[in-house]
């Protein structure tokens, strides 16, 4: 069974997808949104970290919720991410994505994305690792489809950067799709509320160009080619 502030964390992120709109989700995340334009966009995504005993917790939990859900199939990526931040040997731990799809109502499905970090037999991650995981929510997510393009949004994300203290974190293009992902990096302020470290916008077409000529966007091997 999760433990309980991760059934905490898990409940109140798919009851956000299940019932808000793309306005609601966006402005509950920051007061300062509600005084910029938000974009015209569609709430479709979510995930978040967790630390089951298996990862097979996760899809029962889920699939209890009424919630469809996959197969755990190990993420490489997530499990780096959090063996470098704590310095973790090779092996010690793995990060399983279990995908999910919630029924949100007049929104029809929505996805979210369950990481279960799974220590290795004979190892025990330090409690720090679990505390400030939940606190930070460093894997903490909402993902957005827009249609403006990635000038207008920039232009948009502007606002949320002075009026919610958003800071832009990443931007990707994915040729295999066709498309700009913009990340947000919102600030702690009341980590209780579980609430989200970031928040991404998937905008059509390749914007590299476009945000190479803006500053602070990200790493720069991201706007090469």
């Known amino acids: ?11 109140s992120l798919t009851d956000l997808l299940a019932r808000s709109s ?21 709430f479709d995504e979510a995930g978040l ?9 996760v899809v029962s939990f889920l699939r209890h919720r009424g919630i469809v859900a996959g197969e755990p199939v190990v993420d490489g990526e997530a499990t780096a991410r959090l063996r470098d931040r704590y310095g973790l040997r090779d ?21 979210i994305a369950v990481l279960a ?43 949320f950067v002075s009026a919610a203290s958003l800071e832009p ?18 600030p702690v302020r009341h980590p209780e509320r579980c609430a989200p ?6 905008c059509p077409g390749d914007q590299r160009a476009v945000l190479a000529r803006r500053p602070n966007w990200g790493k720069p091997s991201l706007l090469a080619g």
């Open 1 to 11: 069974m999760l433990n309980c502030v991760d059934v905490f964390r898990v409940t």
């Open 22 to 42: 793309a306005v609601e989700a966006l402005v509950g995340t920051s007061p300062g949104l509600r005084r910029v334009r938000v974009p015209s966009c569609r």
């Open 49 to 57: 970290l967790v630390f089951p005993r298996d990862a097979g917790e």
């Open 91 to 111: 092996g010690s731990v793995a990060v399983f994505a279990v995908q999910g799809s919630v029924h949100a109502a007049e929104h029809g499905h929505r996805s």
């Open 117 to 159: 970090a799974v220590p290795a037999e004979g190892f025990r991650l330090p409690p720090e690792v679990l505390t400030v995981e939940r606190r930070l929510q460093r894997e903490t997510y909402l993902g957005f489809t827009t249609d403006e393009p990635v000038g207008e949004m920039t232009t948009v994300c502007r606002q």
């Open 169 to 186: 974190a990443e931007a990707d293009y994915r040729p295999a799709t066709g498309d700009t992902k913009l990340s947000f990096r919102l």
């Open 197 to 202: 470290a970031f928040l991404r916008f998937t």
